[in-house]
Protein backbone atom coordinates (compact mmCIF):
# COMPACT_ATOMS: atom_id res chain seq x y z
CA UNK A 1 0.00 0.00 0.00
CA UNK A 2 1.61 3.40 -0.84
CA UNK A 3 2.20 5.85 1.71
CA UNK A 4 0.48 9.10 2.45
CA UNK A 5 2.87 11.30 0.83
CA UNK A 6 2.93 9.42 -2.06
CA UNK A 7 -1.02 9.41 -2.15
CA UNK A 8 -0.76 13.30 -1.61
CA UNK A 9 2.30 14.32 -3.89
CA UNK A 10 0.58 14.09 -6.67
CA UNK A 11 -2.69 16.04 -5.81
CA UNK A 12 -0.68 18.91 -4.13
CA UNK A 13 1.07 19.45 -7.78
CA UNK A 14 -2.09 19.29 -9.09
CA UNK A 15 -3.60 22.15 -6.62
CA UNK A 16 -0.44 24.00 -6.78
CA UNK A 17 -0.75 24.18 -10.51
CA UNK A 18 -4.74 24.79 -10.00
CA UNK A 19 -4.05 27.57 -7.92
CA UNK A 20 -1.58 29.12 -10.12
CA UNK A 21 -3.80 29.41 -12.97
CA UNK A 22 -6.47 30.95 -10.21
CA UNK A 23 -3.96 33.52 -9.58
CA UNK A 24 -3.19 34.11 -13.60
CA UNK A 25 -6.88 34.33 -14.25
CA UNK A 26 -7.79 36.73 -11.45
CA UNK A 27 -5.11 39.52 -12.92
CA UNK A 28 -5.57 39.17 -16.04
CA UNK A 29 -9.59 38.91 -16.18
CA UNK A 30 -10.54 40.33 -12.78
CA UNK A 31 -10.28 43.82 -14.53
CA UNK A 32 -12.27 43.51 -17.53
CA UNK A 33 -15.23 41.76 -15.07
CA UNK A 34 -14.60 45.41 -13.03
CA UNK A 35 -15.46 47.28 -16.41
CA UNK A 36 -18.15 45.44 -17.23
CA UNK A 37 -19.73 45.04 -13.74
CA UNK A 38 -18.58 47.53 -11.45
CA UNK A 39 -20.37 45.05 -8.47
CA UNK A 40 -17.48 43.01 -9.25
CA UNK A 41 -15.30 45.34 -7.17
CA UNK A 42 -17.60 44.83 -3.90
CA UNK A 43 -16.64 41.51 -3.75
CA UNK A 44 -13.29 42.13 -2.03
CA UNK A 45 -11.39 40.24 -4.27
CA UNK A 46 -9.27 43.04 -6.11
CA UNK A 47 -7.22 43.78 -2.90
CA UNK A 48 -4.28 43.15 -1.78
CA UNK A 49 -5.95 40.37 0.72
CA UNK A 50 -6.59 38.20 -2.30
CA UNK A 51 -2.34 37.48 -3.04
CA UNK A 52 -1.69 37.15 0.29
CA UNK A 53 -4.42 34.27 0.87
CA UNK A 54 -3.28 33.15 -1.97
CA UNK A 55 0.52 32.72 -1.19
CA UNK A 56 -0.73 31.47 2.20
CA UNK A 57 -2.35 28.24 0.64
CA UNK A 58 0.27 27.85 -2.15
CA UNK A 59 3.77 28.21 -0.07
CA UNK A 60 2.68 24.87 2.30
CA UNK A 61 1.32 23.05 -1.27
CA UNK A 62 4.35 23.84 -3.08
CA UNK A 63 6.84 23.13 -0.36
CA UNK A 64 5.58 19.71 0.03
CA UNK A 65 5.04 18.75 -3.05
CA UNK A 66 8.51 19.48 -4.40
CA UNK A 67 10.01 18.58 -1.48
CA UNK A 68 8.44 14.86 -1.77
CA UNK A 69 9.02 14.81 -4.96
CA UNK A 70 13.14 15.74 -5.07
CA UNK A 71 13.58 13.37 -2.37
CA UNK A 72 12.87 10.61 -5.13
CA UNK A 73 13.65 11.80 -8.30
CA UNK A 74 16.30 13.99 -7.23
CA UNK A 75 16.02 16.83 -10.23
CA UNK A 76 16.86 19.82 -7.64
CA UNK A 77 16.28 22.22 -10.63
CA UNK A 78 12.71 21.68 -9.98
CA UNK A 79 12.78 22.80 -6.59
CA UNK A 80 14.67 26.09 -7.72
CA UNK A 81 12.23 27.20 -10.32
CA UNK A 82 9.47 26.34 -7.74
CA UNK A 83 11.70 28.24 -5.19
CA UNK A 84 12.19 31.34 -7.26
CA UNK A 85 8.16 31.63 -8.07
CA UNK A 86 7.80 31.77 -4.62
CA UNK A 87 9.91 34.07 -3.86
CA UNK A 88 8.57 36.60 -6.84
CA UNK A 89 5.17 36.41 -5.28
CA UNK A 90 6.61 36.66 -1.91
CA UNK A 91 8.18 39.71 -2.91
CA UNK A 92 5.70 41.02 -5.51
CA UNK A 93 3.09 40.72 -2.15
CA UNK A 94 6.11 42.92 -0.37
CA UNK A 95 6.30 45.29 -2.69
CA UNK A 96 2.84 45.64 -3.83
CA UNK A 97 1.58 48.02 -6.36
CA UNK A 98 2.63 51.29 -4.14
CA UNK A 99 6.56 49.98 -5.54
CA UNK A 100 5.69 48.10 -8.49
CA UNK A 101 2.90 50.00 -9.72
CA UNK A 102 -0.31 47.78 -11.73
CA UNK A 103 1.19 46.61 -14.51
CA UNK A 104 4.68 45.77 -12.56
CA UNK A 105 2.82 43.86 -9.85
CA UNK A 106 0.89 41.82 -12.54
CA UNK A 107 3.66 41.02 -14.38
CA UNK A 108 5.50 40.02 -11.67
CA UNK A 109 2.32 38.18 -10.26
CA UNK A 110 2.13 36.29 -13.68
CA UNK A 111 5.88 35.56 -13.44
CA UNK A 112 5.85 33.47 -10.04
CA UNK A 113 2.12 31.54 -11.12
CA UNK A 114 4.31 30.38 -14.20
CA UNK A 115 7.47 29.67 -12.60
CA UNK A 116 5.34 27.82 -9.89
CA UNK A 117 3.12 25.65 -12.28
CA UNK A 118 5.84 25.03 -14.71
CA UNK A 119 8.21 23.72 -11.62
CA UNK A 120 5.14 21.54 -10.50
CA UNK A 121 4.53 20.03 -13.65
CA UNK A 122 8.05 19.12 -14.49
CA UNK A 123 7.87 17.44 -10.88
CA UNK A 124 4.46 15.49 -11.53
CA UNK A 125 5.86 14.21 -14.31
CA UNK A 126 9.33 13.61 -13.12
CA UNK A 127 7.73 11.87 -10.49
CA UNK A 128 5.94 9.37 -12.68
CA UNK A 129 9.36 8.25 -14.31
CA UNK A 130 11.13 7.73 -11.14
CA UNK A 131 11.33 4.72 -9.16
CA UNK A 132 9.35 4.28 -6.47
CA UNK A 133 7.68 7.72 -6.93
CA UNK A 134 4.34 6.47 -8.45
CA UNK A 135 0.81 8.17 -8.03
CA UNK A 136 -2.09 7.35 -6.85
CA UNK A 137 -3.37 5.47 -10.31
CA UNK A 138 0.44 3.86 -10.63
CA UNK A 139 -0.22 1.84 -7.55
CA UNK A 140 -3.59 0.53 -8.06
CA UNK A 141 -2.27 -0.63 -11.58
CA UNK A 142 0.87 -2.59 -9.55
CA UNK A 143 -1.48 -5.13 -8.58
CA UNK A 144 -2.95 -5.67 -11.61
CA UNK A 145 0.33 -6.25 -12.94
CA UNK A 146 1.84 -8.43 -10.80
CA UNK A 147 -1.52 -10.85 -11.42
CA UNK A 148 -0.72 -11.23 -14.75
Known amino acids: MPSLSKLLRPSADQAAIG ?31 FHEWMIIIVLPISVFALFMGCAKHRNF ?8 GLLVLGLTIVLGHEVLGETGEKAMTLLGATLIAISHWRNYRACQHAS ?17
Open 132 to 148: GCSSPEDAEKEPRAAES
Open 19 to 49: LSLLCAVHCLLLPIAVAFSPAVAALGIDDES
Open 77 to 84: SILAIGAA
